[in-house]
């Protein structure tokens, strides 16, 4: 750790608290068998790490990219929190920098809260006007966290009004074996959803006796009762 990542990490552990630390083990699956097995919580909460990396803002970007390597799960998001800053802020270069170095350290963005505060904020946003081969690379990875980039990412495409990538990969992830990679599905065509009715419509038209089923209620959770229940009987 260079000087910049250990005073952070100093001040994350003053702020630690066992009692939280114990249910976030819990609640991100860190015991032994659960998807997020072995991680290590100093137990603070979402807010308390997002104020941190503000503070901390002027961390040069490879301290950033230390911290990301630590342990400490509260210590990789808010690496996190300050990578997604220094992309919004930064130039061409200092963009594409961060987007290789976020996809070279997949390994470190590896439970579901670390994959939702980052992906589209570096994945998407730059290849917005780029090839998004490497989206289609990221979905058939062997690594459950860099399949969820892959779809979560397509976020950023949704808010600007393109859906294509969201409900190719949707497709091509219909036969994953994870459910939190059903949920990623479902909740990005349920964004689809909110901006483009006809387009979630026709995927689910498609697919809905294929698709999981938290796949499908993910889905339709903010559709009326009586579509809900039509498409459940569907399925």
Not at 66 to 86: I, M
Request: charged fraction near 35%.
């Amino acid at each position: 750790m260079g000087a910049k990542a250990r005073d952070i990490q100093r001040v994350l552990a003053d702020l630690a608290d066992p009692e939280i630390a114990k249910v976030s083990r819990r609640f991100f699956k860190a015991e032994p068998g659960g998807y997020g097995e072995g991680d290590r919580f100093r137990g603070i909460r979402v807010p308390v790490l997002r104020r941190v990396a503000r503070e901390h803002r002027d961390a040069p970007l490879e301290e950033a990219r230390k911290l990301l390597t630590s342990s400490f799960h509260e210590d990789r998001l808010t690496a996190l929190f300050l990578l997604v800053r220094k992309f919004a802020e930064g130039d061409g270069e200092t963009r594409r920098t961060i987007y290789e170095l976020y996809l070279t350290h997949t390994r470190f963005v590896n439970n579901w809260d670390l994959t939702d505060a980052s992906a589209e904020h570096i994945v998407d946003a730059h290849l917005w006007d780029k090839d998004r081969a490497p989206l289609y690379q990221l979905a058939v990875s062997s690594n459950l966290w860099e399949r969820r980039i892959a779809i979560l990412a397509t976020f950023h495409f949704i808010k600007q009004g393109a859906f294509e990538d969201t409900l190719r990969l949707a497709e091509r992830l219909l036969k994953d074996t994870e459910d939190l990679i059903h949920k990623a599905c479902g909740w990005m065509l349920r964004e689809v959803a909110k901006r483009d009715a006809a387009a979630a419509e026709a995927f689910l038209e498609a697919h809905v006796r294929q698709m999981p089923r938290v796949m499908l209620r993910y889905a339709i959770e903010r559709l009326p009762e009586a579509q809900r229940q039509a498409w459940l009987k569907a399925r």
